[in-house]
């Protein structure tokens, strides 16, 4: 039996996650009411809900989350959708995945959580957002590097600023 797929289920699912990565919330709503699993992932390990969290989509997000889509569910680069959505800054998503049970310090096996990513990144509104909804500023990753040190090591003076006023000396 031949187990390759044909050029037809190729281009279906190219076009699937083509729909969650450009926020086309009505057509992934119709698949996913026709059965489509929520929890779909990509060649390198993205599930809808991550593209459409790193792209912004709040609204695909939210039905994709309607229909059982995982908040939690890590790519194969080790990150979580609410880490995508704090490394883009996304205000909306951030707050969506958490109403929606994601888990504010979940980290992949780097451990690297959203907060981290967003002091690395010198997102610091982001962060503000974070610690506002329970996020550890105090948690290191899993080569023991504190958040201050990765922000530090990553140039991001405000964060640094930010972490200092927050965890202190």
Known sequence: MDTRLDDDTLAFARRVFQHARVGETAALADLLAQGLPANL???????????????????????LLEHGA??????DAGQTPLAGAAFKGDAAVVELLLERGAEVDAAGPNGKTALMIAAMFNRVEMMRLLVAHGADPRVV???????????????AVEAVAYLNGVVGD
């Open 41 to 63: 992932r990509n060649e390198r390990g993205d599930s809808l809900l991550m593209l459409a969290c790193y792209h912004g989509h709040a609204d695909t997000a939210r039905v």
């Open 70 to 75: 995982d908040p939690e569910l890590l790519n």
């Open 141 to 155: 990753d899993a080569d023991g590097v504190s958040m201050r040190e990765a922000a530090a090591k990553m140039g």
